[in-house]
């Protein structure tokens, strides 16, 4: 019965996370915990072999992904269904899930298919 109970409480901590990276409707940005990244990012810029890099610390990295997440807010709706879906999927699995690397993929996705889209007209013809 203990080992029950402890079984239940370690997939409690571990889905709770998952849910509150998840948005709440289809339409959502996401709520993504960009804290492993930014200590990441943190503990690399305070490295003595990083010369020249930027003095990134937690809270101003922080602060970025958050400017980043306004961004991705105001262009969301731009974006299509299917690459929001593939997008998202990609950082709520990955391990270091970012605002900056989300709108990346979202980006990059549409310039794709901005590009292909004369390729794809010049077929049909």
Do not use: H
């Not at 490295?47 to 809270?59: I, T, Y």
């Amino acid at each position: 019965m203990r080992s029950l109970v402890m079984r239940a409480l370690l997939m409690g901590s571990v889905l709770v996370p998952l849910a509150a990276s998840v948005p709440a409707r289809a339409d959502d940005v996401p709520q993504l915990n960009v804290d492993p990244v930014c200590r990441g990012i943190a503990k690399q810029s305070a490295s003595p072999g990083e010369q020249g890099a930027p003095d990134l610390g937690f809270s101003q990295c922080v602060q970025n992904e958050q400017a980043m997440r306004q961004k991705l807010v105001g262009e969301w709706s731009t974006f299509t269904a299917s690459d929001k879906s593939n997008c998202v999927a990609g950082e709520i699995s990955g391990p270091l899930p970012s605002y900056t690397d989300l709108i990346t993929c979202l980006e990059m996705a549409r310039d794709a298919r901005q590009l292909n889209a004369p390729n794809r007209a010049q077929q049909n013809k």
